[in-house]
């Protein structure tokens, strides 16, 4: 029998989509699946839900909301041999993107119920997990804004962009890859593992769930009419050919922010706060079971 858990974030996509434990189950014939269905009341509380559903003994859990709730419940999964599955009703849905899930729920449900299971690489910074991407630099920025508008549409991510580049200063950093150490002032610092990261946008189109690397995009602190330029880059999915990119693929990288002792950093399009100025960003191959 099969124990298939499923944490709904309720207000998830303005609360619209129509996750209810009747519907579910009309999905996972009950002489072959056991269905528990728990609503999230809170931030982080997913990560909750998910440490009682592995003590009941799941077989699959399954994160139904947008990026933060997924997040959240992958970071509980991590090396453990219970699968995870996505049912994307966010805003971004960068991950589900990347691994073709379904944004119509009744087709998520049932790719859910196919089993067509990947080991993904989960990338870490300081020990904390990201699944997509993250970042240091005006990305971060972009986020906190994005945050504080309380609205989750493109239209308001859009705007925190534009009002970020004019706001935004550069903090001199110190990188180290492969064998190598640079110092940099970036406009954008951004390692990621997945090749999008919500809205249907991309810094790293060659980016890959399972090659065992991150890539790393750093964009150095232009000028207003160069960052437009930059822009386009990104809507054409070729950030790399902007002449002033610095972009590799690697298993691990250091940075380093320069008279900065806490800083900001956006995690899978949550903006979070470091009491420290030293970073270590790399990869656990293959360490997460998903559905996809």
């Known amino acids: 029998m099969t124990r298939i858990h499923f944490i709904v974030n309720p207000i998830s996509g303005k609360g619209k989509h129509n996750i209810t434990e009747t519907h579910i189950k009309t999905f996972f014939p009950s002489e072959e699946y056991e269905v528990f269905v728990h609503l999230t009341q809170r931030k982080k509380h997913a990560i909750e839900l998910t440490q009682q559903a592995l003590a009941q003994g799941a077989t699959i859990i399954v994160a139904c909301g947008g990026d933060g709730t997924i997040h959240e419940v992958a970071t509980e999964l991590v090396g453990k041999e219970v699968i995870f599955g996505v049912v994307p009703v966010g805003s971004g849905n960068g991950l589900a993107s990347n691994l073709a899930i379904p944004k119509d729920i009744d087709k998520a449900l049932q790719l859910i119920r196919k089993q067509n299971i990947m080991a993904m690489d989960v990338g870490m910074l300081n020990g904390s997990y990201f699944f ?5 630099g005006i990305d971060a920025t972009i986020i906190e804004q994005y945050e504080k508008s309380g609205k989750r549409k493109l239209g308001a991510y859009i ?3 534009l009002n970020s580049a004019q706001q935004y200063k550069a903090k001199q950093m110190r990188v180290t ?8 002032n970036p406009l954008l610092l951004f390692i990621s593992n997945s090749n999008e990261m919500g809205y249907n946008m991309s810094l790293t189109p060659k980016a890959s769930l399972t090659d065992g690397l991150l890539d790393y995009l750093m964009v150095p602190k232009i000028g207003i009419l160069k960052q437009l330029t930059f822009g386009l880059y990104v809507v054409l999915k070729k950030t790399e050919k902007f002449r002033r990119t610095d972009y590799i693929q690697t298993s691990k990288i250091e940075v380093e922010i320069s008279n900065s002792p806490k800083n900001g950093v956006q995690i899978d399009g949550e903006y979070c706060e470091f009491d420290t100025n030293h970073f270590v960003i790399e990869v656990a191959p ?5 559905i996809c």
């Open 177 to 184: 890859y492969n064998g190598q150490t640079k110092v940099v």
């Open 132 to 136: 997509s991407n993250m970042g240091f």
């Open 286 to 290: 293959k360490s997460l079971k998903v």
């Open 159 to 161: 705007r925190a962009a």
